[in-house]
């Protein structure tokens, strides 16, 4: 059972646009949402994180988004950069149980 | 600070063999976790150890294990190799919510 689903696989944006990707979660007992950014051949890194007390956050080009009533967040890049190109995963914990992870979204931006 | 390492970077075993991953946290993390990631399920969680005790544990059978030193390097562990355990595994260390990765370690099982 996927507690954390990114159901695009993939999605491709002209550079200067916005790139919306969307994440939704079932576990209610979840209360903080990170993002992460991967690149081939490298590790994941910490991109931008929120707790269930907010409903957005925002640092530079990243802003998520949280609608804690859908169970729904979405990482909005603006504008979107060729260098944004990566896989980018959505992490959802809650208290002591593990960060779960959804399988990824292949962010292509094309200049 | 150093980051995340993990030793080796690519490994090629086959069948039936049993193989070892190592990881070293950054300098004063005493939480390491491990992941598999493959193209189809993502990153999926293996477990984590804190303080040398086991403290979470994912879905995975009984031939993936792990352990922590007192300096807090961990080892993974996986025995009786199958086709299917060819993945990147990835470590991460931890003081709080956010993890830090290694650059992970490419096991291909022939």
């Known amino acids: 059972d996927q507690q954390v689903k990114q159901n695009s696989p993939s999605l491709s944006v002209q550079e200067g646009r916005i790139s919306i990707l969307n994440c939704d979660y079932t576990n209610s007992m979840f209360d903080y949402f990170l993002w992460y950014k991967k690149y081939p051949a490298e590790g994941p890194t910490f991109l931008i994180s929120?707790?269930?007390?907010?409903d957005k956050n925002e640092d530079g080009r990243f802003t998520v988004f949280l609608n804690k009533s859908a169970k729904h967040l979405s990482l909005h890049i603006v504008p979107s950069q060729p260098g944004d190109s990566a896989v980018y995963f959505c992490?959802?914990?809650?208290?002591?149980?593990?960060?779960?992870f959804g399988k990824g979204t292949k962010l292509t931006v094309n200049p | 600070k150093a980051g995340v390492t993990q030793t080796p970077r690519y490994l090629i075993k086959t069948r039936g063999q049993q193989v070892t991953l190592s990881c070293s946290p950054i300098?004063?993390?005493?939480?390491v976790s491990w992941y598999q990631q493959t193209p189809g399920q993502g990153l999926q969680f293996l477990f984590e150890?804190?303080?040398?005790?086991?403290?979470n544990k994912g879905n995975f059978p009984g031939r993936f294990s792990g352990r922590q030193f007192s300096n807090s390097r961990s080892e993974m562990n996986v025995s009786t190799l199958e086709l299917g355990d060819s993945a990147l595994y990835l470590c991460?260390?931890?003081?709080?919510?956010?993890?830090?990765f290694g650059p992970g370690t490419r096991l291909t099982v022939t």
């Open positions: 991460a260390s931890s003081t709080g919510q956010e993890q830090y």
């Open positions: 929120i707790s269930s007390i907010k």
């Open positions: 150890y804190f303080s040398e005790t086991q403290r």
């Open positions: 992490g959802s914990q809650g208290g002591s149980e593990k960060l779960v």
């Open positions: 300098s004063g993390h005493r939480s």
